[in-house]
């Protein structure tokens, strides 16, 4: 106690002396490349080494945005416009100038080389499934600890599965998370990179109970798989994140599923008015892709069968109706976007062209003036590049992902790769960049962990790749898609491009198709098992209408 109240006393002294804090220093003199050799008031080093606060590391800072700045998750105002904040900012830097971060640190020699996995999503978790844990030792950063099967996410939103079917976790996928000594799985977010010194800062979960809010780490690396995802595409509008539900992750699935039977049940109320009855039974899906379609599908089974059943005093005020800008499934054939459009019109799904201009509490403002009201409203425009990404001092492909070669390898930095939603070939590599879907996700998972497989004895410690040879770079073939859009039908494209022949078909085969390759593509016997039985359960018994939480 008596060591703190030094350390404060100090500390309060520098400020009213002004010292180092004081005046008005410009932002380039206070973030300059050469700024962690300055000079500032010290603070006694028994301060340093007692607290056990984590502080945001910013010595290795090369470039900076003074309209934004930017590093392991900082934000600050320029000094011009508010003298204070940039006393906290300094203080904060002299105290992380040498921070005393928990961690992992570099493996040693004779110890195995250490991968460490940003995310668990499709291509993460293909990567980690396969990656030889007699070779190297694994760390995985996620702020999940389970891997999304998202084709079927919608199925959840209607009862037709249970949340679990659809959620693995990650220690199932790579056992050695959970029984090797010196590989683990930490729930946290990564927020910056140190690519010279190999390290990657991470914050945990808020609300961890942890002494430190927000509890912060590090972790040395001698391979880093970014796998980070990305975020909806929102393009700005104004209201879409306070207002509409996503649908990319269980939580998501959770929150529609609750909104939805909650709206169901408060529409048969007395005493509310027919306009709010129809507003609160009205569900709006913004976007026409596979994964919108899907859910209209899903939304019409549900009211055709369960609600007309289960809630006879509103069935005939429900209503779905999908907005979409140009043409559903624009990735489909011509004649397979034809049926779904058809087909989702026969089910009762009402299909509107637009462009959304604002979205407000419970209702939407399109581009020509119409007001649309909802009761629900479902946002699946897309996805782009999260902030985590848009934040690293990286190679960008275009649209902002994370730019890779042929390789999957980050140019400019050693050890560094991307994989997933979150990377996209450099134009100079002449490719094109990918669409975020599960297969590319997946086929790059699989490609890079054979190439760590095989390089990890000669090559896997850190700065020791320089001249090993990768073998063929990375080539993705298109397997397809498909789509299912409710009763019973689906769409199947087997075409390998949007201009290519191919084979497609649409109907109860389809159908059958879709299922069946999905539950193949389950990523475990457990969850494969949960599946058929939700699916059989539904048929017999119908969808579970219960609302928990």
Not at 29 to 45: H, N, V
Not at 371 to 396: I, M, R
């Amino acid at each position: 106690m008596a060591l703190e109240r030094i350390a404060r006393t100090a500390r309060s002294s520098c400020r009213r002396s002004g010292g180092a804090f004081g005046g008005h220093k410009s932002e380039k003199d206070m973030f300059s490349e050469g700024a962690s050799t300055r000079k500032y008031c010290s603070l006694p080093s028994h301060e340093r080494d007692t607290r056990n606060s984590n502080f945001s590391y910013l010595s290795s800072i090369p470039k900076v945005n003074h309209s934004s700045f930017w590093s392991r998750g900082i934000r600050t105002t320029p000094s011009y416009q508010f003298p204070s904040a940039e006393r906290i900012v300094e203080e904060s830097y002299l105290e992380s100038n040498d921070p005393k971060y928990p961690g992992l640190e570099a493996t040693k020699p004779g110890e195995k080389p250490r991968v460490v996995v940003l995310g668990t999503g499709w291509a993460a978790c293909r990567f980690l499934k396969g990656l030889d844990t007699k070779i190297y030792d694994v760390v995985c950063i996620s702020p999940r600890n389970h891997m999304v099967f998202t084709p079927l996410l919608a199925s959840t939103c209607v009862g037709t599965l249970e949340f679990r079917s659809v959620a693995e976790p990650v220690s199932r996928i790579q056992s050695a998370l959970a029984t090797n000594p010196n590989s683990y799985f930490y729930l946290a977010s990564c927020f910056g990179i140190d690519t010279n010194k190999h390290e990657v800062y991470c914050e945990t979960v808020s609300n961890s109970g942890l002494p430190n809010e927000p509890y912060r780490f590090k972790v040395a690396y001698d391979k880093l798989v970014i796998a980070a995802g990305s975020e909806p595409l929102t393009f700005g509008i104004k209201g879409v994140t306070e207002n509409a539900f996503f649908l990319r992750e269980v939580n998501h699935a959770q929150e529609i599923r609750k909104k939805l039977l909650l709206n169901l049940m408060l529409s048969d109320n007395p005493g509310i008015s027919e306009e709010e009855r129809k507003r609160l039974l009205h569900c709006v899906v913004i976007g026409g892709g596979p994964t919108g379609v899907e859910f209209s599908g899903e939304l019409s089974d549900f009211i055709m069968k369960d609600v007309r059943e289960r809630y006879t005093h509103v069935k005939d005020y429900i209503k779905v109706t999908l907005i979409e800008a140009n043409e559903i499934l624009s990735s489909f054939d011509v004649g397979l976007r034809q049926y779904a459009t058809n087909h989702l019109t026969k089910c009762g799904v009402s299909l509107m062209r637009g462009v959304v201009k604002e979205v407000h509490a419970k209702k939407i403002v399109l581009n020509n003036g119409t007001d649309v009201p909802y009761g629900l409203l479902v946002w699946s425009t897309g996805v782009g590049p999260s902030q985590f990404v848009k934040s690293l001092d990286l190679p960008k492909s275009p649209g902002g992902r994370i730019g890779v070669d042929g390789w999957l390898r980050v140019p400019a930095v050693e050890d560094v790769f991307a994989l997933g939603d979150c990377a996209g070939f450099l134009e100079e590599t002449g490719k094109p960049v990918l669409p975020a879907l599960a297969q590319v996700a997946e086929r790059e998972g699989k490609f890079l962990v054979e190439l760590f497989n095989r390089i990890g004895k000669d090559a896997g410690k850190a700065m020791s790749a320089k001249n090993i040879y990768l073998g063929e770079p990375f080539v993705y073939k298109h397997l397809g898609s498909m789509a299912s859009v409710g009763g019973y039908k689906a769409l199947v494209d087997l075409r390998q491009s949007k201009d290519a022949k191919g084979i497609s078909h649409a109907g109860f085969v389809s159908w059958f198709i879709w299922r069946s390759a999905y539950l193949t593509r389950v990523v475990s016997w457990r969850n494969r098992f949960y599946v058929a039985v939700n699916w059989a359960t539904t048929l017999v018994f119908g969808r579970d209408n219960s609302r928990i939480g």
